[in-house]
């Protein structure tokens, strides 16, 4: 009897065992580990837990042991992960916490830029939640509820201001203004058209123009200016030599403009010329004697 008890007991101790091998296997932690351990830390773990599994670029690579929490500081989470014995953490690597659009929970490893610098097992590396298009949407939706107010009264401006009879007015007269644009935009086609068409002769005209200018220059060129200044020299020569006989005593202009006598009396003898033609006119008997019979004795 003492026999069989023994028997029901160890049968039992083997149940036991295999059941807590069965969970630990079933909930993806490897019954005899020989995987490395690191430490990340957490500010949340966003509902991280044991068993969680771990991906590197999209393959598995392990799974989280352990999460350490500390009551007394509650200031950073630590999660016990274990990696295969053949992965290899680089410095700088980080952990993110993503999940799926069922719910589930995973680890994604990032690894850091120089696979050449390993961290070592035990080390600690940095975790936090993945920034991933709906970790960005769901921060956006504060400030979108702070631009709500914002849009609500920007729209009732907006209907204010298409509620205002001005708004039609201004449409209808658009009309008009496109019209006038329109045959504005046609006259400066038909001012195109014809500058166009006189742009040749415009040219033609620009190019005889430019002609006679060479021509001219040419003439310039062509011109004798050393003989040309030298009868310029001699014509002022010859009107400084009058000019200077017209300021000496020789000659009647050097003797009228410098000899006051000789003005003097040429003004008096103008003077009696001019008495003498007074009196004439007074007095012609004087001076013309005629009569048809002849002549009478005085």
Known sequence: MRKKEIQIALVAIVGIIVLYFGLQFLKGLTIFSTDRNYYVKFKDISGLSASSPIYANGYRVGVVEDIIYDYENQSDIVAVIGLDNQMRLPKGSKAEIASD??????????????????????????????????????GMIPQIQAMLPKLDSILMNVNLLLSDPAIGNSLHHIDQITGSLVSTSNELHAMANTLNQQMPQLVKNA??????????????NELDLAATMAKVNNTLQNVEQMTAKLNSNEGTLGLLM???ELYNNLNATMMHADSLMIDLKAHPKRYVHFSVFGKKDK
């Open 258 to 260: 410098r000899d006051p």
């Open 101 to 138: 659009l069922l719910g589930n929970i995973k680890l994604e490893l990032v690894l850091g830029p120089n696979p050449a610098d390993m961290l070592a097992p035990g080390d600690t590396i940095s975790g936090g939640p993945q920034q991933g298009a709906l970790a960005l949407a769901a």
């Open 207 to 220: 190019d005889g123009m430019l002609a006679n200018a060479n021509d001219l220059t040419r003439n310039l």
